[in-house]
């Protein structure tokens, strides 16, 4: 192996450790890494600028910018206190809402973004029924990464795939992973019943006092409503028809958003952007450049041989082994970075004989989204939540999520496997 090559994955394991370790903030981390790979000449700037993915970071931004814009209006906490109302003020059929809106908006919105406009809405209700937040909380995360499953939207890396595959478009990702992301959560659905059903007990009274709330007063503007209304309903069609548009997802979402900033005014302008998770932005840049060095040096295109080798280029073998990896993998390290190192890989196997790449890139957006679920630090939705609900009194602890989650992310593989198996690989 080249000492460049060495250099490259030497580098990229340290980052990763420090990643997976926590202890300083992991986007400065992966700044620090593409840093370092440009400043030790694993690639020059221009290449690594090259390998930055900027529809991905024009569609997280773009959507950032539409969807806080949105929450200005109270859209959202009306929708769940609707929800709490329809449902009688009954705690279970309460945490069901909850669990369908987190699924749905986690498909259109982005899974990050919803369970932030979630939590504070699920802590306000479980305030008002002196109920235990802690299972609305852990079926929120696991709802959020099984919504964010079905589109190229729902989570960060469906966004990376369709990214990076040209072929695989927003109704693509409906097509192929919206049926088993439904599946999933029509089954979580009554083993949340059974796990929950004695937690979360209330008095008639207390019942009666979510009757009570008036949801209509959470509307605070009417007028900026429709604006994003309209915007946001343009944008997803936007999403639909970006193929026979010939325009790229970002370019959708970034239109929507400046849009939006159009209509609503310059007011809106330096509170919406300052909202967009900048952050995590620089997190994906840094990731990107810390994954060039790996691409230029060959060390991806050795992993994918070594992969072929061990399945035989045997397409079901190949699906399997990336779904599982994929999953086991995500559940302990953030399924970002996981991601942006498989893609180059996949796309590398196409090169050396797998001529149907479709199964694969169905298999690894399938594991690193379901597998989010496996453990407390699995994805981003779930830190999100764990930091929300500490500062709330209310900490979730890494094993008391990883009993509940990690045996459904497998049930969730298995499915999974079984459907990849009849619709792909017969």
Known sequence: MEQQAIVAIGVFLVIYGMIIAEKVHRTIVAMIGGVLMVGVGIVDQGTAIHHIDFNTLGLLIGMMIIVSTTAETGLFKYIAVLS??????????????????????????DNVTTVLLMVPVTFSITRQLRVNPMPYLI??????????????????????????????????FIYNLAPIAVIVIATYVPIFIYLYRKHIQTSPELKHSIMEMNEKELITDQKLLKKCMAV???????FFLHQLLHLESATVALAGAFLLLLLTGEHMMESALTKVEWTTIFFFVGLFVLVSGLIETGVIASLAAQAIELTGGNLIATSM???????????????????????????????????????????????????????????????????MSAKEGHPIKFVQFLKVGFPLMLFSIVLSSVYLYFRYLM
């Open 139 to 172: 079926t929120q995360i696991i709802a959020s990464n099984v919504g964010g499953t079905a589109t190229l939207i729902g989570d960060p890396p469906n966004i990376m795939i369709g990214s990076a595959v040209e072929e695989l478009t927003f109704m693509a």
């Open 84 to 109: 709490a109302k329809k449902a009688k003020g009954d705690p279970m059929r309460i945490l069901l809402a909850l669990v369908g809106i987190t699924a749905v908006g986690s498909a259109f919105l």
């Open 321 to 387: 082994l990336i779904l599982w990896l994929s999953a086991i993998a995500s559940a302990f390290l953030d399924n970002i970075p996981f991601v942006a190192t498989m893609i180059p890989m996949i796309q590398e196997m196409g090169n050396m004989g797998v001529s149907n790449l479709e199964p694969l890139w169905w298999s690894l957006a399938l594991g690193a989204c379901l597998g989010g679920n496996g453990s407390l630090i699995g994805a981003s939705a779930n830190l999100i939540v764990a930091g």
């Open 232 to 238: 946001l309903g343009l944008t997803i069609l936007g």
